[in-house]
């Protein structure tokens, strides 16, 4: 048993909690990564207290210092757990009394843990927002140093998983830099609404004691501050919203990995990931796995369970706070470790991976030229349709002969459409079709060019 006197809250219980409830109650094991956010929130309390003459200066400095001793202690791991430490919250307080006496009783005046731990794990989110912001980068630059190497580097371009249109590798990697950076993207629109004090909220009325919250958002760094009490210790949209953007980056990242994964096959030949970042198998020796790529593209799974979880955990609670929300912790950090490893090794197969060139332009067939001929009768003035039919029909006639498009003699090619002439054999050419793709946002090298130099210029700086 547990007993009532170890619990901070212990004075209108007779009995002592039971010791299966406290290891279910108790969150320290987990909630313990919030220790820092946690005694800087107490630190900017205690100047509050202090401003609003609640504590005096010298009970104010005695409280900072007791604070800083347990920084130090979890700094350097011998921040030493008590029974009765049910979560991080109580378990600095239950330290500050033993370090600096019954002043550390001062320290909880006109607070709850509602408005605490909202004020922890806001500041927690917003440190592993920007964490996970640099990730992105390390991924996108990855990309992009690919992207330079592969400017020129045909392959096709795949619709339905069926060749399509010549492109280049340089631009495959451009499109997983854009999908990225919409995640760094969505990661400050979250951290945005992180940025909202809930502190001085109280259990879930506010406080009553003059506190100054704006002060205390300038010293913790808030952008604003909650406007509604009740609302501010049960909201955890905040949680919802990084979580909801990790499970998309991590579909990102799965996407990416499955055409790794598929590229790298001895069907595809177009990519050898490098030997750290595969395995082999136990029972046959010719084999190399990518497995680094298959564990991303299966992780995405708990990203989206972990936001599953939170909008389960959410969906039908009433206001205000429950101790359902300490629910709210493990997928959290969960999806902060998976993605944050997930996103460096992704960024390390990239720059190791090695592509080759001559398996990906031997993969690129006649039929993928099919729209660029459609686009000769166009410009003579056919619609598009019609061109789109007349170009299927000798699709079909090669597919019957058994030879390539550019096997057909013209005057195949005249008795569909007697625009067509001898200029056509020039179009099977991969590298013209693909510089010819030169709208904004298309795969000429030129435009892949001036993406680069954007991406370059977004990236060094950050
Ligand atoms: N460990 C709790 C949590 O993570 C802290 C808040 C407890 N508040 C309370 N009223 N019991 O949610």
Redesign the pocket.
């Given at each position: 048993m547990t007993g009532s006197s170890t619990r901070l809250w212990g004075g209108r219980f007779t009995s002592p909690t039971a010791a299966d409830m406290a290891a279910f109650n108790d969150?320290f094991r987990f909630?313990e990564r919030l220790a820092d956010f946690d005694i800087r929130g107490s630190m900017a309390w205690s100047r509050a207290l202090a401003q609003a003459g609640l504590i005096d200066e010298t009970e104010c400095n005695t409280l900072l210092q007791g604070l800083q001793q347990i920084a130090s202690e979890f700094e350097a791991e011998i921040f030493g757990i008590h029974v009765g430490d049910?979560?991080i919250?109580t378990a600095v307080e239950r330290r500050l009394t033993e370090l600096v006496g019954a002043v550390a009783g001062k320290l909880h005046t006109g607070r709850?843990?509602?408005d605490?731990?909202a004020t922890s794990f806001r500041l927690f989110c917003l440190d592993s927002s920007h964490q996970l912001q640099q990730r992105l980068r390390e991924l996108q630059r990855a990309l992009l140093a690919q992207a330079h190497h592969h400017i020129h580097t045909l392959m096709p371009g795949y619709t339905h998983l069926q060749r399509a249109q010549p492109m280049t590798f340089g631009y495959w990697c451009l499109a997983y830099i854009e999908m990225f950076d919409r995640d760094y993207t969505r990661l400050e629109q979250a951290a945005q609404h992180m940025r909202v004090l809930p502190l001085g909220s109280g259990?879930l009325t506010g406080n009553s004691l003059n506190i100054d919250r704006q002060a205390l958002a300038d010293e913790l760094g808030f952008d604003a501050i909650s406007t509604n009490a009740l609302d501010a210790v049960s909201d955890r949209d905040f949680v919802a919203e990084l979580l909801f953007v990790a499970a998309l980056t991590g579909t990102h990242l799965s996407r990416m990995a499955e055409d790794l994964i598929l590229y790298s096959s001895a069907e595809f030949g177009f990519v050898e990931l490098a030997d750290a970042y595969s395995t082999g198998s136990s029972l046959m020796p010719q084999k190399k796995n990518p497995d680094s790529m298959e564990l991303l593209r299966g992780k995405s799974g708990r990203l989206m369970g972990n936001l599953v979880a939170i909008l389960t955990v959410l969906k039908g609670l009433p206001l205000a706070?429950n101790?359902d929300?300490?629910e709210?912790?493990e997928p959290l950090f969960d999806s902060i470790d998976t993605l944050d490893l997930g996103l460096h090794i992704a960024a390390a197969v990239v720059i190791s991976m090695q592509m080759n060139p001559e398996r990906m332009a031997a993969a690129l067939e006649d039929s993928m030229f099919a729209t660029d001929l459609a686009d000769v009768l166009v410009r003579q003035g056919m619609p598009f349709r019609e061109a789109h039919h007349k170009v299927g029909q000798l699709v079909r006639h090669a597919l019957h002969s058994q030879v390539s498009l550019r096997a057909l003699p013209i005057t195949d090619y005249q008795s569909i459409h007697p625009g067509f002439d001898e200029t056509i054999y020039a179009l099977f050419d991969a590298h013209q079709s693909v510089a010819q793709k030169n709208s904004i946002g298309g795969c000429s090298p030129e435009r892949v060019n001036e993406q680069i130099a954007r991406w370059e210029a977004t990236l060094a700086w950050c």
């Open positions: 969150s909630d049910e979560d919250h709850s843990r509602n605490q731990v259990a706070y101790k929300l300490q709210d912790k």
